[in-house]
Structure formats: structure tokens, C-alpha cells
């Protein structure tokens, strides 16, 4: 920071030459002239000294018999004056200043953090319909509108804080992961339970609602299962009024399902000579900027691989770099042995029980097999899959029965 | 070395626990290492070349011996030399 100040105010790096330089120095610092980076030289002192208290040495040098020389200048007032004719130097310096405030005014990095279930885009995507986007003034910025819009259109925020740092607009979010299943819950319609498929009911576990069926029959494709209407009844076993509600099970059912898969021995495959092309690509805007040139392959594949320009962490232009490689392919013939052929068809049918699996179906039986005849691949047979397939339907709202409808005159 | 008498302000000062610079005027040695040595409460130099600097305080005289010793600061009350520090002795 000293050094700083003494850069601005100027200063020059003098040699002296006296008889006895300890009494210079001594009145020097008796004077409270600044004096810094002292070095004996042979015969002489070399130091550095401000442009002031150079002024005020002359006296000095006289009662000492010293002689001081100027080496070197140092400092901004030595430098402007260095280049007072150099005009367009320093309406540069003061354009870039300009320029530094101007663009200090505006927002350039919206930083969202904290966000989980909702991501930084769908967040920015909404910023920008509420008209905040990267290059906003600051001053139209209104921090507490942000947070309070993004409170009313995400429900699962519950807490959002929205501040300016220097050019940048940071938010932070908090996300509560229930509470989307709180209001789904709370938005209740009646509805019964019917069967997403034909089979056999081989679980079921009722929380709400009437159950119609029950473990080991067989159901038919939308046949209710669990309906949304709870009948009342008095004493005497009479339907005396009708309540609704969303029902709510969990119903297995065991059903068959076919599979078959044929596929042909002899296919064709490409496959790469290992020549490739590469090259260059920009995109700016819907232009693209191919720089590759022209290749001579009769089949290729192309590879591309762009990267986004951004200024700020979120703040995307719209120009992409990158390289396009055009691989070489030649088309040739294949054909599968027959433990080839029974293996595809083994790891297309795992393919598929992987897949059962994952949407949490229960493969209980398989009977499928795989047999290779005139040179088609066949796999078939039958599997045993035991599955939660239910769907909704809304309850169909009755009149309440007689007998409670005088009731409701009477009272 | 040369002996001190204690004056009856420091004896004061003492009793009063003052801190002995201010008491007695004695100089302050701050050293990092052989390569910076940071002196307050001098009072003039005596000698300054690149090898040896004398320095006189109120009661003594310092000698400073090493190579290439710089003065980087020097003010009525304070200086900052650097440099290869090897001896620092009492004249």
C-alpha cells in the first residue's frame, strides 16, 4: 500500500555522493524525509526518495558537501508527463473505466443454489418469463418480487433467498421433497380401483375404500377391484347412505404374458476401417461453420462434439465450438453359430426381464425357448408375471337412499 | 561493558511496570531468521557500509555485521535492514 502511494505521488531513485553520507542520511531522517531502499554502492549511496523530499534535500546537500543525482523517475506524475502527447492512450484508460461502470450496473451470473428437484435451467427458464435475465439492470432487480414469484410457482421451495453480489444475482433455494406428495394428497377425489389387466389376484392389501374381490380370483381387464364408495349401514343391515373416498390398495396380480422374438442368422453390420476426418466445427446462432472440408469416404459416420460459450457460470451465448470427426464404414456380411444365435436371444429375453424387473414386476415362471430352424433365430414360450397393475377410475356418485333423504326433510 | 546505573524515573517506571523502552529508552531488536533486522529507538547512524552498519542508541552503540546490508526504510525512530545478517554486537 506504501508502495502504492508513493507510485502515485512519484518518486526518483537518486545517487549521492558525499564525504560523510551518515550525517546526509541522519538529517535526512531528521527532516523526516522518506527514504527507502538504501544500498552502498563502491563510493557512493543509492536511494530512493520522494519527489517532495527530494525538494527539501537541497539544503542538506549544501551543509554536507553532497552531491545528489537523478538515476531513474518512477511514479504517475513522471509517467503522464512521459506521455502527455499520447491522447488516445489515456481516452482509452477513461473509455474502460467508462465502460467498467456502465457494465457494472447490470446482472451478469444468475448463481442458483440449493436446488435439487428442480434444476437450474427449469429455475432460469422461469426467471427469464418474469423478465430477469443475465444483463438486467440492477437497479430494475427487485430481490423479494423474485423470491415471493418463486415461492407461488414452485410449491416444493419452501424458502427462497434472493440477493445481489457485485454483478451477480445469487439465489438460494430450499426444497422440501414431500410437499408435493402433501398437496396431492390433499387434492382428494373419489375414485375405485379397477384392474389394469386380466388375472389372478394373488395380493392384496385394502386402506381405503370397499374391496370386491379377494385373494385368488380372477379378475377381468377394468373389472373394479376396490371400489371408492363405503356403503352405511343401520343395524338391521340396510344401506342407509353412501360415503366416497379415494381408495387406496395395493392389489398383485398374477397374469401370463407371451413372448415371442425371431431374428434372422445372416445381418449386416458396419464396421469402421479406422480411417476417420477431423476437423474444426463453430456454430453461431443457426449458422454452422463446418471447417473440416469435403472427405472421400462412400460411408461414414460423423461425430460431433460442441462446447457452449459462456461469460458468467449460467450466462450461455449462443456460439458453439468444437471438433466433427467423420469415421469410415464399410457395410459386410455376418452370420450368427448357433450358440451365437441362442445367446442374442437369451440376452434380448434377460433385456427384457431386466426391464420387467425394473418396473417392479415379479417374474414368477418362464417358459421360453429358444430354437434355431432354417436359419431364423426363434425365442417363444410363456412367462408368469405377478405385477401392481391397477388403474383409477372415478366413483360414480349415487343418490343417497330414501329412507335418509325423509331424515334430511325432517330435521 | 559499560555499567548502567538505573536512573530514579526508571526505578519509577519499573514500579509501575512500564515497558523498559519507554522507561529506560532502550532499543528495540526485532530479527526473522539472519535475513531482516527491524531497530526502533535509535537515535543516528554512524557508519553505513554494504558489510558493517553502526548505529548509535542512547546508551550504546550497535555494530551490525554482514553482506550486502540494505537500509530498505529508515525514519527518525525506526529502520529495516536486510540483508546476510552474521553478528550484531554492543560497542
Excluded at chain 1, 108 to 124: D, F, K, M, P, Y
Excluded at chain 2, 29 to 50: A, H, P, V, W
Aim: glycine share 6%.
Amino acid at each position: 500500500m506504501k508502495a502504492w502511494n508513493y507510485y502515485c505521488k512519484g518518486y526518483v531513485r537518486i545517487r549521492l555522493q558525499s564525504g560523510g553520507p551518515e550525517r546526509f542520511l541522519n538529517m535526512c531522517a531528521h527532516h523526516n524525509i522518506p527514504v527507502w531502499d538504501l544500498q552502498n554502492r563502491e563510493g557512493f549511496y543509492e536511494m530512493n526518495v520522494s519527489i517532495s523530499g527530494f525538494y527539501q534535500m537541497k539544503p542538506i546537500c549544501r551543509k554536507t558537501g553532497s552531491r545528489v543525482k537523478i538515476i531513474k523517475k518512477y511514479g504517475l506524475p513522471f509517467f503522464f508527463y512521459r506521455n502527455k502527447k499520447r491522447k488516445a492512450f489515456f481516452i482509452g484508460i477513461l473509455a474502460g473505466f467508462f465502460l467498467l461502470m456502465v457494465l457494472s450496473q447490470h446482472i451478469w451470473n444468475i448463481h442458483v443454489e440449493g436446488n435439487r428437484h428442480n434444476s437450474t435451467q427449469t429455475i432460469l427458464n422461469y426467471l427469464d418469463e418474469i423478465q430477469i435475465h443475465h444483463g438486467i439492470l440492477k437497479k430494475d432487480v427487485d430481490c423479494s418480487y423474485i423470491a415471493e414469484q418463486m415461492r407461488r410457482e414452485f410449491p416444493d421451495i419452501t424458502w427462497v433467498s434472493a440477493k445481489i453480489s457485485g454483478t451477480r444475482l445469487i439465489l438460494e433455494v430450499k426444497e422440501n421433497a414431500t410437499a408435493n406428495k402433501i398437496i396431492k394428497q390433499t387434492e382428494e377425489n373419489p375414485s375405485s380401483i379397477i384392474a389394469g389387466k386380466s388375472g389372478t389376484i394373488v395380493s392384496m392389501i385394502t386402506r381405503k375404500g370397499t374391496p370386491c374381490k379377494k385373494v385368488g380370483e380372477t379378475c377381468e381387464k377394468g373389472e373394479t377391484l376396490v371400489s371408492g364408495r363405503v356403503d352405511i349401514m343401520n343395524d338391521s343391515k340396510e344401506v342407509v347412505g353412501y360415503e366416497y373416498t379415494e381408495s387406496d390398495a395395493d392389489i398383485y396380480i398374477q397374469s401370463q404374458m407371451q413372448y415371442y422374438h425371431e431374428f434372422d442368422i445372416h445381418f449386416q453390420k458396419n464396421v469402421y476401417t479406422g480411417e476417420a476426418k477431423k476437423g474444426p466445427v463453430l456454430q453461431l446462432g443457426d449458422y454452422f461453420i463446418n471447417l473440416k472440408g469435403k472427405n472421400h469416404f462412400d460411408q461414414f459416420d460423423t461425430v460431433t462434439k460442441l462446447h457452449q460459450v459462456r461469460l458468467t457460470e449460467n450466462f450461455r451465448l449462443p456460439i458453439f465450438y468444437g471438433s466433427s470427426t467423420d469415421y469410415e464404414s464399410v457395410t459386410k456380411p455376418f452370420k450368427y453359430t448357433k450358440e451365437g444365435a441362442e445367446k442374442k436371444a437369451q440376452e434380448q429375453l434377460e433385456l427384457l426381464l431386466d426391464t420387467l424387473r425394473e418396473k417392479e414386476v415379479q417374474v414368477k415362471e418362464n417358459h421360453v425357448k429358444i430354437q434355431v430352424l432354417n436359419n431364423v433365430c426363434v425365442a417363444k414360450g410363456q412367462l408368469t408375471i405377478i405385477e401392481k397393475s391397477t388403474e383409477k377410475q372415478p366413483v360414480e356418485i349415487l343418490e343417497q337412499p330414501a329412507q335418509n333423504a325423509e331424515e334430511a326433510e325432517e330435521n | 561493558m559499560r555499567k548502567k546505573s538505573t536512573p530514579i524515573t526508571g526505578r519509577i517506571a519499573d514500579s509501575l511496570q512500564i515497558p523498559k523502552d519507554l522507561a529506560y529508552r532502550e532499543a528495540i531488536f526485532t530479527m526473522t531468521g539472519s535475513r531482516e533486522l527491524f531497530i526502533e529507538n535509535y537515535k543516528c547512524i554512524r557508519q553505513y557500509e554494504d558489510t558493517c552498519i553502526i548505529l548509535l542508541t542512547k546508551h550504546d552503540a550497535i555494530k551490525i555485521e554482514g553482506t550486502h546490508l540494505t537500509i530498505d526504510y529508515y525514519t527518525n525512530e525506526e529502520m529495516k535492514i536486510t540483508g546476510s545478517i552474521c553478528r550484531v554486537s554492543f560497542l
